[in-house]
């Protein structure tokens, strides 16, 4: 095998490849990329077992063939090549990889090609296409609620699966840690109506979005009961789902919220971390004061004392009767980043769900448990 290849075409598509490959090393050939060259191109794919990506970049092919090396190897010496350099690789029979660019000159040991495995064959009975930038969105809405405890593996992902609101067919994204849940919703795709709802792992989504940004368009997506593949534009990403039932998370969306609250996103996120700033335990928790045309946040701690500020009717609406309700300081703002311009609490009472809303964005919606103050 012989070609050669710009470098920066070579570094892009092992950044997205790197990052997949297995680092741990239980299995020698997962912490290694295949490399391809044929038909005036090559073709990367690294897999961890749980998620495969393969990506395609033009290359001068001199002598077609297949082997692999190890990948985070691979993209640290392709890094530190200056720019602009082309980047020759080739392989005699059986022998180490070889690799020159300018005057530098490596060799790297490999492993055989055919002890790679592969996860990307099979059917994918339901298929269709979603515009980049609404995947892009139904991503960013919803995976800081992933939850990140292992025992209850059914949460550590964001659950993908068809709806019907009001009649009109939607794809929804959900995903709850327990404490707090986040739902954001599109129009159903053509082609989108049958299919299961399945739970995309948390290190999935997560390479997904790193893709999302350089992907054309449109990203076609392919699905099973088990398995889901995305393809963005040269990238194909496989990955398995995770094998469990989501909870039925519409049963904890309380419906009679009637005390509202519209507050400006930055002056409320920007008062929240001023009194929070006064304690460094990320779980205590900013109480909200609320009576009609104020809003009163203030946190403790024992150590340092007490915070507190005001934000009066200028930049709160708010004319129910008075409330004061908790919660955690970090799970405010992980919420009010999602929002653009103004943020609406739906409150019951003190120890009930609240739903929180973009305003300016109602296909998202947030559910937030309340903490005792």
Known sequence: ????????????????????????????????????AADGQLSLKATDMEIEVVEHVPATVIQEGATTAPASVLYE???KLPDGVSVELDQSS????????????????????????????????????????????????TRFA???????????????HAAEVEGEPRLRAVATDGHRLARMETTLPAGAAGIPGVIIPRKTINELRKLIDEAPEEVAIAL???????????????????????????RVIPRGNTRILRVGKKDFSDAVARVAA?????????KMALEPGLLTLSASSPEQ???????????????????????QARYLND???????????????????????????????????????
């Open 1 to 36: 095998m012989k070609f050669s290849a710009e470098r920066a075409t070579l570094l892009k598509a092992l950044a997205h490849i790197q990052s997949v490959a297995e680092k741990r090393n239980t299995i020698p050939i997962l912490a290694n990329v295949l490399i391809q």
């Open 77 to 79: 010496i392709v890094r």
């Open 94 to 141: 059986d022998g180490p990889l070889h690799l020159r660019a300018g005057r530098y000159a490596t060799r790297l040991n490999v492993l055989n090609v055919d002890d790679f495995p592969s996860m990307g064959a099979g059917d994918f009975p339901h298929s269709f296409s979603l515009g980049s930038g609404i995947l892009r969105s139904l991503i960013d809405k």
């Open 146 to 160: 992933i939850s990140t405890e292992e025992t209850r593996y059914y949460l550590n992902g964001i659950y993908l």
């Open 224 to 250: 099973s009961d088990t398995r889901i593949q995305f393809t963005a534009g040269p990238v194909i990403l496989t990955s398995k789902l995770i094998d469990g039932t989501f909870p039925e998370y519409e």
């Open 278 to 286: 006064i304690s460094q335990e990320r779980s205590r928790p900013v």
């Open 305 to 327: 004392g007490v915070a507190k500020e005001e934000l009066d009717d200028n930049r709160v609406s708010y004319d129910a009767e008075a409330l004061e309700i908790g919660f």
């Open 335 to 373: 919420i009010t980043d999602q929002v653009e311009k103004e943020v609406e609490f739906c409150f019951a009472d003190s120890a009930s769900p609240t739903i929180v809303r973009d305003v300016d964005s109602p296909s998202a919606l947030y559910v937030l448990m309340p903490m005792r103050v």
